[in-house]
């Protein structure tokens, strides 16, 4: 099947760009970065042109751009479908493209794209075309420099939000590390270990400064199943649920199913999160016990939310009472959501 006729799916997409698949779909979302035509007129599937425009995309916001304004600079690169049905996938923009005459306002907009640059000295990481915070995080991850590391982390938090950084700058830092390791026989296992340490402590500072709601509020469990080890995105949710508000109870690694079972029917939690990395840890009997679990006053019962987080949960059709978002942003805006509704009621 040819890409310039087809196109190509967005994960495939984000792995040449060397990011998250979510930040792909973000970007098209909330900025109309997205393909010019969508397959079925649901999925998409992006053409070398629209290719082009996500490496000009890249390209800009690595380099300081606020993404709203890269998003609109990004989009003049895009040529005509007519220009590039014949074009081979190309890594920056096609030489042929239609570029803005010099001196005008679209060319001020528009900086002359150029190959995306490589991670800086040092760093020895796949990263592609990503932020330039990336690039300064995995070379202090690869100098095993915490210092810099913690200042770094700190300073995305506070520049761009939890979501934002964690979707934009640590998550493709924590990949390229992982593909680092896959691909270099047990290397570099030390320099994961230390970047999910500091992620780890710079997302739970970010945990306790949030606002604070009263404790008579029902909170929010998280937890990972039974035999799953992966911590670090609940940690993330957890940050970003303090940013935004809702209290959370925070379980963390490998929680056996009496203790999950426990702590939910000791908190009364309006929603339950559990994160499964792949499907041998997925334990979908488990998560219809908790989503049954019911408390309150007789004859106003109610049982909570079960959000299925993780790659492990995908498959299979939701049971009633489920529900499986994609990525931290959406779990972050469903979860507020669900607490803004509960707020309304006992408004009224």
Not at 64 to 81: F, I, Y
Not at 111 to 124: L, V
Not at 152 to 175: K, M, N, R, S
Request: glycine share 10%; proline share 8%; with cysteine.
């Amino acid at each position: 099947m040819s890409e310039a006729t087809h196109g190509i799916t967005t994960g495939a997409v984000a792995r040449r760009l060397g990011v998250s698949p979510t930040t792909v779909r973000s970007w098209d979302q909330r900025y109309g970065i997205g393909p010019a035509v969508r397959a079925d007129g649901r999925h998409r599937r992006w053409s070398p042109a629209d290719v082009a425009m996500l490496e000009e995309m890249c390209r800009l916001t690595a380099s300081g751009v606020p993404p709203a304004e890269a998003a609109h600079a990004a989009k003049l690169v895009r040529p005509n479908a007519a220009e590039t049905d014949a074009v081979a996938f190309v890594p920056t923009l096609p030489e042929h493209a239609e570029r803005p005459i010099p001196g005008t306002p679209a060319a001020q907009n528009l900086p002359t794209p150029t190959r995306a640059p490589r991670a800086g000295p040092g760093s020895g990481l796949p990263l592609g075309s990503v932020r330039q915070e990336c690039r300064g995080l995995a070379r202090a991850a690869v100098r095993l420099d915490g210092q810099a590391m913690d200042a770094l982390l700190q300073e995305v938090l506070a520049q761009y939000g939890l979501v934002t950084a964690w979707e934009e700058v640590i998550t493709p830092t924590l990949h390229a590390v992982g593909r680092k390791w896959e691909s270099s026989d047990d290397r570099y296992v030390e320099v994961e270990h230390l970047l999910s340490w500091h992620v780890s402590t710079a997302l739970r500072r970010a945990a306790v400064t949030g606002p604070v709601i009263g404790s008579s509020v029902a909170p929010v469990v998280l937890a990972c199943v039974p035999a799953e080890q992966h911590t670090l995105p609940l940690e993330a949710l957890a940050a970003g649920l303090a940013e935004q508000g809702p209290p959370t109870r925070m379980f963390g690694a490998a929680v056996p199913a009496e203790a999950l079972d426990a702590a939910v029917r000791r908190s009364g939690p309006l929603a339950v999160a559990l994160w499964s990395q792949a499907r041998s840890t997925a334990d979908h009997s488990l998560a219809r016990h908790i989503a049954r679990t019911a408390f309150g006053v007789r004859g106003a019962r109610v049982a909570p939310l079960i959000l299925l987080l993780g790659p492990g949960w995908r498959g299979r059709a939701l049971p009633e009472g489920m529900i499986r978002p994609n990525g931290l942003r959406e779990a972050v805006d469903l979860i507020c959501h669900l607490y803004d509704r509960q707020a309304g009621r006992v408004g009224g």
